[in-house]
């Protein structure tokens, strides 16, 4: 998912955070490409031995969930628009609204022809709304997510595409100077190398959600940009299909940011991201490199955090060369030199003080635009080394600790606000403002104030 992605493929605009201790992520619909990749099925648990169960999946093809009626019941997020009476008012006016944007399109250059053609048929898929309003349980830690992103198999079958498409890859590196492993890892992630992209209907997926729902003015744009797509021929109709939220091919894109960064790299007059891997390759290091990718630099390091480090010091927003946190104690575990020492990076810590810490660099930051979640662009970063040959992390996660329900989250938070340190709305997800607001109670009782979510820090809260 990405920036595009509900966010969507690459950019987008609907972030959350996923309750994953002391890691943000994105719930829904994300921020980076498209909206719901392979990454985002794993929040809803429906990952088992490393593969996903395509009938439970967040981001599933219509033969799964496309199968299931609409609930008919009010959505989670409270919004007006999403009470059950709204909806059906709205699907009630679906082909007025449908037909209303024909305007839109004409000044977008597609064809009453095209228009026509590709809005013939639609009906509204109601049971989009209980997905765009869902909110799942997350039950997994961050060591779980990578165990399952970055497989054996998975980078089995990444080295197979990188050979296979060697020829593209080495002409996408020449052109974009974008790493090949990273596209690699995130065509792997987002659909399993093209095999998990999801089967609905684009075109239908967003003209309901820009007739019907909370998001109309965003799906609105995609709906437009999918006609687009389809008139100017790119991609062919019946293999525009995608995510629930719109996102669709191998490295999901949304149809937005389609436009926006995909080339046709081969010349054939198309840029078709679905069945073209050249166009797909190149079209994802395009996005990439005008995200700002610096070639020839990694994504970051595992490093080791010393004993009494203070951790106030991990925050996106705190940035120092690696030669600095080096003099602070922060060094590689393999007792590697940091090859570039003037570069800068920020502390990340998603296990607290008892897992591995990494310095993230710039490169980090970009593939977080792909994806506006820590824990996605780590799995990318990771996974890509593997593919290079790279090993394993050195250091253990503390797989001992509980991850704490959503009642609980929210309880912390309802708790850190009532102790003066959490200035905002709970909601059960751990983000960036949950974990200052931990940091800070930390502090204040003498712990090390590391932002990490326990069960022990709830329970010190619970007893204060």
């Given at each position: 998912?990405?920036?595009?992605?509900?966010?969507?493929?690459?950019?987008?605009?609907?972030?959350?955070a996923l309750a994953m201790p002391g890691v943000a992520a994105a719930q829904g619909v994300t921020a980076s490409n498209g909206p719901l990749s392979f990454f985002d099925n794993i929040f809803t648990g429906?990952?088992?031995?490393?593969?996903?169960?395509?009938?439970?999946?967040?981001?599933?093809p219509a033969s799964s969930s496309a199968a299931q009626p609409w609930s008919g019941e009010d959505g989670a997020s409270g919004n007006p628009l999403m009470t059950a009476s709204a909806i059906r008012q709205a699907a009630a006016n679906f082909p007025n609204c449908v037909a209303g944007m024909w305007p839109d399109?004409?000044?977008?250059?597609?064809?009453?022809?095209?228009?026509?053609?590709?809005?013939?048929?639609?009906?509204?898929?109601?049971?989009?709304?209980?997905?765009?309003?869902?909110?799942?349980?997350?039950?997994?830690?961050?060591?779980?997510?990578?165990?399952?992103?970055?497989?054996?198999?998975?980078?089995?079958?990444g080295r197979e595409i990188l050979a296979q498409y060697k020829p593209q890859f080495d002409a996408m590196e020449r052109a974009y100077g974008v790493d090949r492993y990273i596209v690699a890892s995130i065509w792997g992630i987002e659909s399993n190398y093209g095999t998990q992209g999801g089967d609905r209907s684009v075109v239908n997926s967003t003209a309901t959600l820009a007739c019907v729902g909370r998001r109309q003015a965003y799906f609105k744009d995609e709906f437009l940009a999918a006609l687009e797509i389809l008139h100017r021929g790119?991609?062919?109709?019946?293999?525009?299909?995608?995510?629930?939220?719109?996102?669709?091919?191998?490295?999901?894109?949304?149809?937005?940011?389609?436009?926006?960064?995909?080339?046709?790299?081969?010349g054939d007059g198309r840029r078709d991201v679905v069945d073209n891997p050249t166009d797909l390759i190149a079209s994802t290091a395009n996005n990439l490199k005008k995200d700002g990718w610096q070639s020839g630099q990694t994504w970051g390091y595992e490093v080791?955090?010393?004993?009494?480090?203070?951790?106030?010091?991990?925050?996106?927003?705190?940035?120092?060369?690696?030669?600095?946190?080096?003099?602070?104690?922060?060094?590689?575990?393999?007792g590697k030199a940091f090859p570039r020492p003037s570069d800068k990076a920020y502390l990340l810590a998603p296990a607290g003080a008892e897992g591995p810490g990494f310095l993230m660099l710039q490169n980090f930051r970009v593939i977080m635009k792909y994806n506006p979640a820590e824990a996605y662009a780590l799995a990318i970063g990771h996974f890509a080394d593997r593919l290079r040959g790279g090993q394993p992390f050195v250091q253990p996660w503390p797989r001992q600790e509980r991850v704490l329900s959503r009642a609980e989250r929210l309880e912390l938070q309802q708790l850190l606000a009532q102790r003066g340190f959490y200035r905002g709305t709970p909601d059960g997800q751990i983000g960036s403002m949950t974990r200052e607001a931990l940091r800070g109670f930390q502090a204040s009782i003498g712990t090390a104030a590391d932002g990490f979510a326990s069960s022990d820090v709830l329970d010190r809260l619970r007893r204060r």
């Open positions: 998912m990405r920036g595009r992605r509900l966010i969507g493929g690459v950019a987008g605009a609907m972030l959350a429906s990952i088992t031995n490393g593969a996903p169960q395509p009938a439970q999946r967040s981001r599933p399109a004409a000044r977008r250059g597609v064809s009453r022809e095209s228009f026509e053609r590709y809005t013939a048929g639609l009906t509204p898929d109601l049971r989009l709304m209980d997905l765009m309003d869902s909110q799942p349980e997350f039950t997994k830690a961050i060591w779980d997510y990578l165990d399952i992103l970055v497989s054996d198999t998975r980078i089995a079958r790119d991609v062919r109709p019946e293999h525009l299909k995608g995510s629930w939220a719109g996102a669709f091919g191998g490295t999901q894109f949304m149809p937005t940011s389609f436009k926006r960064y995909a080339v046709d790299f081969d080791a955090v010393p004993r009494g480090f203070n951790y106030m010091l991990a925050d996106r927003g705190k940035s120092m060369t690696l030669a600095q946190w080096e003099h602070l104690g922060v060094k590689r575990p393999d």
